[in-house]
């Protein structure tokens, strides 16, 4: 099964949390990214496809990228072809944040390979009731979608128009044969965790005064 993890606020969290999923059930995992991902302590800084390879088989686990500063960028494709196959699971963090938990992707993002089974799309919760100007990563297009000014604070209204605008279309539209998938991410609330029950179904939300 192939993965890509996108959106903002808790990409690399879900995917630490699959690894570890799929690794108790003793599948060979192979996590790297498509854009750009933070180097961690056990990461493989190759483009070399038979050292990943040894990795997965000696551990059954393996993060590798091309290192760019303090992160990994994409491996090249023909590494990453001839790595898939050697894995059970394929984790690939596909869209770049800054951090932020709030994102509109560009035109070229999030960046989505071939192989991808599964969209998964992370929407931070927690982000809901701070100011735009403080959380929105590509803050123009996330304003321009919103119709909003900067000052304002984040509504579930919000967070789910990002998510319909910013990916739900763009994907019934180029991936049309991949599974999309919405996960809400830091729930610590009931109204939160209500909120995360109606993104995941896209079902429409209305904003309090409005209920």
Known sequence: ??????GAGGKTTLIHQLAKHYRKQGKKVFVTTSTHMLIEEDTLLTDDP???IRELEVKAYCMAGRQEGKKIRSLSAETYEAVCPHADVVLVEADGSGCLPVKFPNETEPVIDANIDEILIVCAVHAIGKPLKEIAFRK????????????ELLTAVHLQKLVREGYLKKFQKE???????ICPACLDTPEQNRIAALLKEDQTIYDQERT
Do not use: F, G, H, S
């Not at 099964?1 to 996108?6: D, K, L, Q, R, S």
């Not at 991936?175 to 998938?181: E, L, S």
């Open 1 to 6: 099964m192939n993965y890509a993890v996108v």
């Open 50 to 52: 038979e050292k990943i």
């Open 140 to 151: 123009e297009l996330v304003l321009n979608c919103l119709q909003a000014e900067e000052e």
């Open 175 to 181: 991936y049309p044969d991949k599974t999309v998938r």
